[in-house]
């Protein structure tokens, strides 16, 4: 082999990174005073404590062994600035009118009158003020969590009516799941002095588990558009999405591709819709319908796409196409219900907004 001269070595290394999506040999291991750095440049100029944002971010990446890249640092925070604008806990407008309408919700599910829910919270918290006016001034979503917690073994019926119903189920700089965090909790590099859902709504917390809903798992999407609709939607929901419509194209179905596999509650002898297209060519597909359901069930990790369902879909499904194979990766359809929303948003504005958040970053 002809030695490469040593003029060309450094634009060679480069126009191989490039075409490789560069591998870890073409960009070695930055240390932490590195990664702290570029987050302090990339960190808006007039956020309070900038030095510990950038610290709580690169320690969340070093306790999870990510790749701190530049374009996974952007990542992360065009999700924080969509989500909070880099506020651990943000305030969320109405809070008030949302936790009242919560409390009543849970009362007419349990039958519970009308003018009991209205006794009880007339009654003195410790601070002197009645729950209701404690209700009428919250501001956060962590006031609001910790006021539930305390009506629970304070105000009379509170065990009925608030036990295991806290309606805050998001916390946090990135609006991360509390039971996500619950669920990931091993590996967690601080001390759980309290609960998981009050680490959730501390900055390091919140970034930690934010992070590793993030970037805690593998994709290979050729956007990153995809991996911010599955940080809405779920893990893999953009694969999935895209698997739906193969799945359509396939069975000739209409289907929605809302990246949910197994429809909630589904069983054997009523699946939903993508089971349901997908027995329908189980001869084709050389499965029967337990093993259709044994795929679908691996819906939310790594490990669907080596299954035999998934490839003989997209096998039949690229087949009866244009020529061009079907999408890996599409934005799931899904429109977004929460009460703190008050007009129609959708994962696809979720995953744009955020989007376009990470390109400006990488800009900067």
């Known amino acids: 082999m002809t030695p490469v001269p040593r003029r060309h070595?450094?634009?060679?290394?480069?126009?191989?990174?490039?075409?490789?999506?560069?591998?870890?040999?073409?960009?070695?291991?930055?240390?932490p005073e590195q990664v702290r750095a570029e987050l302090l440049r990339k960190l808006p100029a007039t956020l309070h404590d900038r030095d510990g944002w950038a610290r709580d971010i690169q320690a969340a990446f070093a306790a999870q062994r990510l790749d701190a890249s530049t374009s996974n640092l952007c990542a992360v925070l065009a999700v924080i600035e969509q989500e909070s604008t880099y506020r651990a806990d943000p305030p969320v407008p109405g809070l008030a009118k949302i936790a009242r309408a919560e409390i009543d919700r849970r009362a007419e599910k349990l039958h519970v009158p009308h003018f009991m829910v209205e006794a009880a919270l007339r009654f003195h918290s410790?601070?002197?003020?009645?729950?209701?006016?404690?209700?009428d001034a919250l501001r956060t979503e962590q006031e609001l969590s910790e006021l539930f917690e305390e009506m629970t073994h304070r105000v009379p019926m509170g065990q009925r009516l608030f036990a295991r119903y806290?309606?805050?189920?998001?916390?946090?700089?990135?609006?991360?799941?509390?039971?996500?965090a619950q669920r990931h909790l091993r590996g967690y590099p601080y001390p759980v002095e309290g609960s998981v859902r009050s680490e959730v709504f501390s900055r390091r917390g919140g970034l930690y588990f934010g992070i590793k809903h993030l970037l805690g798992y593998p994709v290979d999407y050729d956007r990153s558009l995809y991996r911010f609709a599955d940080f809405n939607a779920g893990w893999y929901a953009s694969r999935n999405a895209a698997f739906q419509q193969a799945a359509a194209i396939a069975s000739g179905?209409?289907?929605?591709?809302?990246?949910?596999?197994?429809?909630p509650g589904a069983t054997m002898d009523k699946p939903g819709a993508t089971e349901t297209a997908l027995r329908r060519i189980a001869p084709r597909l050389g499965l029967d319908a337990a093993g259709i359901r044994a795929a679908l069930a691996q819906g939310r990790n790594?490990?669907?796409?080596?299954?035999?369902?998934?490839?003989?879909?997209?096998?039949?499904?690229?087949?009866?196409?244009?020529?061009?194979?079907?999408?890996?990766?599409?934005?799931?359809?899904?429109?977004?219900?929460?009460?703190?929303?008050?007009?129609?948003?959708?994962?696809?504005?979720?995953?744009?907004?955020?989007?376009a958040r990470w390109n400006a970053c990488m800009v900067r």
Request: aromatic share 6%.
């Open 9 to 31: 070595r450094v634009p060679l290394l480069l126009a191989l990174c490039l075409g490789i999506a560069c591998l870890p040999a073409c960009e070695p291991q930055r240390t």
């Open 126 to 135: 410790p601070d002197g003020r009645t729950y209701a006016q404690r209700i």
């Open 166 to 180: 806290n309606p805050v189920r998001t916390g946090g700089p990135m609006q991360v799941r509390i039971d996500f």
């Open 253 to 263: 179905t209409q289907l929605v591709r809302d990246g949910d596999l197994l429809a």
């Open 302 to 355: 790594a490990s669907f796409a080596n299954t035999d369902l998934y490839q003989r879909v997209y096998a039949i499904a690229d087949g009866m196409g244009t020529g061009k194979p079907v999408v890996r990766a599409r934005v799931p359809d899904i429109a977004l219900d929460s009460p703190k929303i008050t007009r129609k948003l959708t994962t696809a504005w979720f995953a744009e907004r955020v989007n």
